[in-house]
């Protein structure tokens, strides 16, 4: 009975918020519709389960959340995000439309912009160019997950984005961990989507659909509008990935920064310097890029806008960007205490204990597919089971750098599925559906799931990371 409350909890959170029901208001009543047919008390789990974590949550990651808000809606008001979109789409060219669009939210997303600002800034410019190639509309929201959830989002060494910094905080590592098993798994993932985005656009081809007839968020590219030069334009998102690697990487940090703050006795503070290093480091890079994007880009805004309406609006935006994860996060650790819950886990730790690697992606790629969030789901699953798996790994000798990596990819699997805010507000971007585009998108999580496990094996059999 209290697995089927479970399933049944989380069969109602996704229909709510499929429907756009606010997960703010309805993780909370869902996550205690389970909790009263497992025993535990309503009020109590609500107060000091749900909003405890919650909270801590937004402790840890809040400052990423709110600079990388402002940082992304800087770049898009000040046209630098669209930019960079339109000049790379221009280099590679409309005979690799796919693979133009695929790069363009590549580089944003390395570069520390969030994937509703790439969408936001390459969406008009795919759309064009797919009209233009006459490759079916419905395949742009597929490649935006290609472009950003993928390699850039967590494989690749020094990502900025949140599914890469959230490690940091559990197993003391940094953004850059395990970078050749990064690199390596991030490139062979992208390729396989890009391959399979190609193989839908000859099938689609082969059967005489093109671009379709579409009304719903259909843009004109002004081919006089004026944008700052993509040069320029990207000066804010190398500031971001050179200044995370000197303070990740190659500054010292002092160790006693903590003390004075110890003897307050604070009740989440963090256990060392090692532990938010990777977040002091963000947040110089991204104040150094919002800086810098400011003060060359503010010229180029439209006078219907300003830095500081952009800043203000970047501040809002991340409020509610951060308060919707934090729903979800507590959703999952009432979910996660759940005696069904943790039966199912125990059961699931069991399976291949001689590979703890195997295990923290599978209970990540659950706990993800659970809340509907990436970082979420990573979040929960390190908090519950993080020691536990640095204990395993260490010892078979498993360094954390690795541990970080896997973790990090499996939690960009099943997150994707439609309950997902970004697949949403994907689709929402794009003028399409469901139905019409979700299959493409599901695809491409399916291969991330595959690449997730793909590097557990591949450094169980090399060594290499």
Not at 66 to 92: D, N, Y
Not at 111 to 116: C, D, P, V
Not at 436 to 448: C, E, G
């Amino acid at each position: 009975m209290e697995i089927i409350a479970i399933v049944l909890s989380l069969f109602l959170l996704v229909t709510f918020a499929y429907r756009g029901f606010s997960v703010i208001l309805f993780a909370p009543i869902f996550a205690l519709f389970a909790a009263a047919f497992s025993g535990l008390p309503i009020l109590p789990g609500y107060t000091e389960l749900f909003m405890t974590k919650a909270v801590m949550y937004i402790k840890s990651f809040f400052p990423v959340f709110l600079l990388g808000a402002v940082f992304g809606k800087i770049m898009e008001e000040t046209g630098m995000a669209r930019s960079i979109a339109m000049e790379t789409i221009h280099v590679i060219g409309k005979d690799k439309a796919i693979f133009a669009v695929v790069f363009a939210c590549m580089i944003l997303c390395y570069g520390g912009i969030s994937m509703f600002v790439c969408a936001f800034a390459v969406y008009p410019f795919a759309a064009a160019l797919f009209r233009e190639a006459d490759i079916p509309k419905r395949l742009i929201p597929a490649c935006f997950i290609a472009g950003v959830f993928t390699a850039t989002m967590d494989c690749y060494p020094g990502s900025p984005q949140i599914q890469n910094i959230i490690p940091t905080i559990y197993l003391g590592t940094t953004t850059f961990s395990a970078p050749i098993l990064g690199i390596i798994s991030g490139t062979l993932l992208v390729i396989a989507s890009l391959a399979y985005l190609e193989w839908r656009r000859k099938a689609a081809a082969k059967a005489g659909e093109g671009y379709g007839d579409h009304t719903l968020n259909e843009t004109i590219i002004d081919p006089n509008m004026k944008l700052p030069p993509w040069q320029l334009s990207i000066i804010p998102l190398i500031v971001v990935l050179v200044l995370n690697f000197y303070f990740s990487m190659i500054f010292t940090w002092d160790s006693a920064l903590l003390v004075p703050f110890q003897s307050l006795k604070l009740p989440i503070l963090a256990k060392s310097v090692q532990n938010v290093v990777a977040i002091w480091a963000l947040v110089l890079g991204l104040l150094a890029a919002i800086i810098i994007a400011c003060a060359t880009g503010r010229k180029f805004m439209s006078k219907n806008t300003s830095i500081k309406a952009a800043l203000n609006a970047g501040a809002l935006g991340s409020l509610l960007a951060i308060m919707n994860t934090a729903s979800e996060v507590g959703y999952g650790n009432v979910i996660s205490a759940l005696p069904g819950f943790l039966e199912v886990a125990d059961s699931l730790l069991g399976i291949g204990s001689s590979m703890p690697l195997f295990n923290a992606a599978i209970m990540v790629n659950i706990l993800a597919g659970i809340t509907g969030s990436a970082s979420g789901g990573l979040s929960i699953a390190l908090d519950l089971f993080g020691q536990h798996f640095l204990d395993m790994t260490a010892a078979q000798g498993i360094p954390p750098e690795v541990l970080h990596r896997v973790v990090a990819m499996a939690s960009g699997g099943m997150d994707s599925l439609p309950h997902n805010g970004a697949v949403i507000t994907t689709l929402a971007i794009c003028g399409l559906t469901h139905r019409q585009s979700y299959k493409d998108m599901f695809a491409i999580t399916v291969l991330k799931v595959v690449f997730a496990f793909f590097a557990v094996f591949f450094y169980m059999a090399t060594g290499i990371y």
